[in-house]
């Protein structure tokens, strides 16, 4: 079965507490992303690679980091920097032909 | 700077209705336009895609109109059912810009009344 698969699908996370959330992608895409979605609202980019070993901050970064040492992983640190991170995340992959495969995602709780 | 706005944010159509969601983007070098559905809990899933060559794409019961010189594409849902209920991402994309990284408009959340 090729796809996107994010692990684990709910997390909670105490006050200054770092988690990392898991994607892993089988279609041989080279670009992945992770958004971050809020209840009732659009997606939000947070982090994209487009090649291993390289990333580029998205719109609303602080906060997080990412790794991208296998072109089938790539994934998401929410640090204790990041203030408010109760949301629902979504990673996807792409290649330049096709639009973008997301995950399943990761619902985050802080406790 | 959001550079496609998509409307309404909400909808509530009968079923057999035909809901209509309308975007509009800024950027006129996009050249891919797809339609994502997500149900609640769950990833968006690819719906529909449209480049700008072409006028109207069908795929079911799902149509995507595209005004080029208006800027401008809308999704329409024929014949719509309960199970359409759910909230609906237009997005652009450019080829140069590799791996197709999509620009989403803010969602419409339908719901189809039986």
């Known amino acids: 079965d090729g796809g996107i698969t994010q692990s684990p699908k709910y997390l909670f996370r105490k006050e200054g507490q770092n988690v990392t959330l898991s994607c892993e992608q089988n279609l041989n895409h080279d670009a992945m992303y992770w958004y971050r979605q809020d209840p009732g609202q659009g997606l939000r980019l947070i982090y994209y690679?487009?090649?291993?070993?390289?990333?580029q901050k998205g719109d609303i970064a602080e906060g997080y980091s990412v790794s991208r040492e296998k072109k089938e992983s790539f994934p998401l640190t929410v640090t204790s920097a990041q203030k408010n991170p109760t949301a629902f995340y979504l990673c996807a992959s792409s290649t330049s032909d096709l639009g973008a495969f997301f995950g399943q995602g990761t619902r985050l709780t802080v406790v | 700077q959001q550079q496609v706005k998509q409307s309404p944010q909400s909808l509530i159509v009968q079923k057999g209705g035909i809901p209509i969601i309308n975007c509009a983007y800024e950027n006129t070098a996009f050249d891919y336009f797809p339609w994502y559905q997500q149900f609640p809990g769950k990833g968006p899933a690819l719906l529909i895609a449209i480049r700008p060559d072409v006028s109207e794409k069908k795929e079911g019961r799902f149509t995507i109109s595209f005004n080029k010189s208006a800027k401008q594409f809308s999704l329409h849902i024929m014949d719509s059912q309960p199970g359409d209920s759910a909230t609906y991402f237009c997005?652009?994309?450019?080829?140069?810009?590799?791996?197709?990284?999509?620009?989403f408009g803010g969602g419409t959340r339908l719901m189809v009344k039986p």
């Open positions: 997005a652009a994309s450019m080829a140069e810009n590799a791996g197709n990284m999509l620009t």
């Open positions: 690679s487009q090649i291993v070993n390289d990333f």
